[in-house]
T-cell receptor, first 113, second 113 residues
Framework: GENVEQHPSTLSVQEGDSAVIKCTYS??????FPWYKQELGKRPQLIID?????GEKKDQRIAVTLNKTAKHFSLHITETQPEDSAVYFC????????????FGTGTRLLVSP | DAGVIQSPRHEVTEMGQEVTLRCKPI?????LFWYRQTMMRGLELLIY????????DSGMPEDRFSAKMPNASFSTLKIQPSEPRDSAVYFC???????????FGPGTRLTVL
């Protein structure tokens, strides 16, 4: 089955810096890669996603890149702000016709003012 | 729409007791997922349903766990008997068949003493 590894487990940056979180997946059949943000005590919420037929997607300060050959994808946050502090999860979905997501272990991002 | 609704939000029980967690998906969504979140194991998929039918229950830890979806607007996750290691936050999520985003409920924080 699919396995998703996520690094780093914690990331501390200064406000205004960029943050990069990386994930690798094992199954080349995976075709959909979402990123979820979970604030303390809250539910995970989708912030951006990318399909396997696209190499990069951007939404304001966040972007995701996908390298299918290497089977890895990354989340990039520019001009970080304190409200970006949260746990970020990557996930992968296999191209089986079903909707099962396999999540990474999460990255705790702390943005210091 | 009120989003995915879960109840109770918090549950404290004693070891050996039966626990029932409830979920109401977003109206019209035909996928429903049950996840468990702990610090040690992250976000784990327990089971998911499509059109009220269980599709994949490979994540259910053991026979003490069971899940049902008697109709399109209601699902339960039952633990009997409960054990301290079942303490976690349990999330329910739903997805519309034509979409890709899983919408999470607020979660149920379960503490088994």
């Amino acid at each position: 089955g699919e396995n998703v590894e996520q690094h780093p487990s914690t990331l501390s940056v200064q406000e205004g810096d960029s943050a990069v979180i990386k994930c690798t997946y094992s199954d080349s059949a995976s075709n959909y890669f979402p990123w979820y943000k979970q604030e303390l005590g809250k539910r995970p919420q989708l912030i951006i996603d990318i399909r396997s037929n696209v190499g990069e997607k951007k939404d304001q300060r966040i972007a995701v890149t996908l390298n299918k050959t290497a089977k890895h994808f990354s989340l990039h946050i520019t001009e970080t702000q304190p409200e970006d502090s949260a746990v970020y999860f990557c996930a992968a979905r296999m191209n089986t016709g079903f909707q099962k997501l396999v999540f990474g272990t999460g990255t705790r991002l702390l943005v210091s003012p | 729409d009120a989003g995915v609704i879960q109840s109770p939000r918090h549950e404290v029980t004693e070891m050996g007791q039966e626990v029932t967690l409830r979920c109401k998906p977003i109206s019209g969504h035909d996928y429903l997922f049950w996840y468990r979140q702990t610090m040690m194991r992250g976000l784990e998929l327990l089971i998911y349903f499509n059109n009220n039918v269980p599709i994949d229950d490979s994540g259910m830890p053991e026979d003490r766990f069971s899940a049902k979806m008697p109709n399109a607007s209601f699902s339960t996750l039952k633990i009997q008997p409960s054990e301290p290691r079942d303490s976690a936050v349990y999330f329910c999520a739903s997805l519309g068949g034509t979409g890709t985003e899983q919408f999470f409920g607020p979660g149920t924080r379960l503490t088994v003493l």
